[in-house]
């Protein structure tokens, strides 16, 4: 037994969430071997690459994530992150001797003088970060993967441009159009009902690039409104050298919309709750469908430009 060790009570109930915590340990230790050891010194910097032992050394065996200070250990050395010595009640799933409030200085003082490859390396980032700035850099990688930008549903696919255009054509069914003016007509039955009416997306090549259509139904507030918005299928650098317009009219009245499209990797929410967009009052989109308004019949004209 380990100094001042103590054995913390087993939990019938939770035995095997701790056998599975064992398992990712062993895994993560059996990891390191010499071949994988090497470093390459730069600038008086130890650069390792992402499938090193170091590396693993500093691999949560709970969550399978990175550590970042403080880094706790048990009396007998086994080492994780602190988010998760509160998910494991303060017991070590290695060992489960109790953890107290040792901080592993050594292996955080060892991370501090890492360099290591952006985890989007293979997606075409080549760039190498200090361990402590690394992640911060990894939120904002322009190199990082794209989420799905259909709003629909709650899609976790991820990848590149091309993957994601390919993803919503054969899963989510999205119309495709080639050219950079558009007619998007809406047409509603009941347009009383707002809370689960349905919207659409439509995916534009233009310019050699894609751009997403959404139009939709909401309750802003008190008020049922319409939607139109443009987001631009990559960067938000890139989504700032196209501009758009949007139109919708009737009865002798128009009503224009004149912007940028916001990049994708703003979320549909975020864009729409924004007002970043094309924004008619039901009233006034039954003013525009004519008739005894009954029935919504809206027309939306639209066009994208590249700016000089």
Known sequence: ????????????????????????????????????????????????????????????????????????????????????????????????????????????????????????????????????????????CRYRPYNCPYAGSECSVTGDIPILVGHLKDDHKVDTHDGCTFNHRYVKSNPQEVENATWMLTVFNCFGRQFCLHFEAFQMGMAPVYMAFLRFMGDEDDAKKF????????????????????SIRDSHRKVRDSQDGLIIQRNLALFFSGGDRQELKLRVTGRIWKEQ
């Open 1 to 140: 037994m380990a100094p001042g060790g103590r054995i913390c009570k087993e939990v019938p109930e939770s035995h095997s969430m701790f056998s599975d915590y064992g398992i990712a340990t062993s895994n993560a230790e059996s990891k390191i071997s010499p071949s994988t050891k090497t470093p390459i010194v730069s600038g008086g910097k130890y650069v390792f690459s992402s499938t090193t032992g170091v590396h693993d050394l500093l691999e949560c065996p709970v969550c399978m994530s990175s550590m970042y200070p403080p880094i706790h250990q048990c009396p007998n050395g086994h080492t994780l992150c602190s988010d998760c010595k509160a998910r494991v009640h303060n017991c070590c799933p290695t060992c489960r001797y109790e953890l107290g409030n040792i901080r592993c200085l050594a292996l955080e003082k060892v991370a501090e003088s890492l360099e290591l490859p952006c985890r989007h390396q293979a997606l075409g980032c080549h760039d190498i970060f200090p361990y402590y700035s690394k992640l911060k850099h990894e939120q904002h």
């Open 243 to 262: 501009s758009y317009s949007l139109e919708v009219g009737g009865n002798g009245r128009q009503l224009m919309w004149q912007g940028v499209p916001r």
